[in-house]
């Protein structure tokens, strides 16, 4: 996933020279590789930029509002726990009470004296105020430090979500971060995918997409001999080699179901020409 991991790496530097926001669109289908490329990218970034990286993942059968990016805030606040207190101060909104009273785990950093007075607020006034403030906390963060969202499985998400996310990196003088947002090339079946992408909410913002595709052969014969070499208690190279054309033949470029094969060599099916029924066989299996 070379070009892919270029791509990402090139957003994140094209957020330095722009000081503004860029969005980068992870999209494929299941079992393709999408969090594990985005999970790469981000330790590395973390490793080499000492970035903060916020995350959260849409759940199927998990009914909270903000789905994905309460785990964000989630992670927010655990950041802003390990802070000393006037660091914390520094990074309080200038009306905190609305953020609060979208996302009571905050309370604990920020106790707002003002979030009484928001309950004369019409939820679209509450929403937009928080949205606002969240949008101040994330902007200090950045101008102290490289700053990165990711939310995975967005198929799973909500409109809320979409909307959210959408007014954090809006023009004009969004936060100088990278949100990176994950999910199956679903548009047409999920409403929250058709919020995040329609014509408005792209305006005027810095996107970048990245399909993530087949594995090519020769990367998908790579893969299933890094696997093979790990688990396979024969160690012969010939025998090896000819395991991996094997499976990775049979995955179909999935690099999920080449480590299925892998871990699932010892059931006695056949690998080669293996199709994707009969892999899911192996995977219900295991």
Do not use: M
Not at 17 to 36: I, L, M, N, Y
Not at 153 to 180: I, M, N
Not at 192 to 201: E, N, P, S
Not at 260 to 266: E, F, S, T
Request: glycine share 8%; net charge negative.
């Amino acid at each position: 996933r070379e070009h892919e991991l270029a791509t990402l790496e090139q957003a994140f530097f094209d957020i330095r020279s722009s000081e503004s926001a860029v969005t980068v669109h992870v999209r494929g289908p299941s079992g393709f590789g999408k969090s594990a490329l985005v999970r790469e990218f981000l330790a590395d970034l973390r490793e080499r930029q000492a970035a903060l990286v916020l995350r959260g993942r849409c759940l199927e059968r998990e009914s909270v509002p903000y789905k994905g990016v309460d785990a964000i805030v989630d992670a927010l606040s655990l950041h802003l726990r390990g802070l000393p207190e006037f660091e914390r101060a520094e990074l309080r909104p200038v009306n905190a009470g609305p953020l609060v009273r979208l996302f009571p785990v905050l309370g604990e950093i920020w106790a707002s004296d003002g979030a009484s007075r928001t309950g004369g607020l019409d939820p679209n006034e509450l929403r937009q105020r928080a949205f606002v403030s969240l949008r101040e906390v994330l902007g200090k963060l950045a101008a102290k430090r490289p700053l990165a969202l990711f939310v995975d499985d967005f198929h799973w998400g909500d409109v809320d979500s979409a909307r959210l996310l959408t007014e954090l990196v809006r023009p004009p003088d969004p936060p100088a971060l990278l949100l990176v947002i994950a999910f199956r090339d679903q548009v047409d079946e999920v409403e929250a995918l058709r919020t995040l992408l329609t014509a408005d909410a792209r305006s005027g913002r810095a996107i970048r997409e990245v399909t993530i595709g087949p594995l090519a052969d020769a990367d998908a014969l790579e893969l299933a001999l890094e696997l093979l070499a790990a688990e396979s208690k024969d160690k012969d190279p010939s025998a090896l080699a000819a395991k991996a054309e094997a499976y990775a033949r049979g995955a179909a470029g999935s690099p999920f179901f080449v480590g299925q094969l892998v871990r699932g060599q010892g059931s006695g099916d056949e690998a080669g020409g293996t199709s994707l029924a009969e892999l899911d066989k192996i995977v219900a299996r295991r």
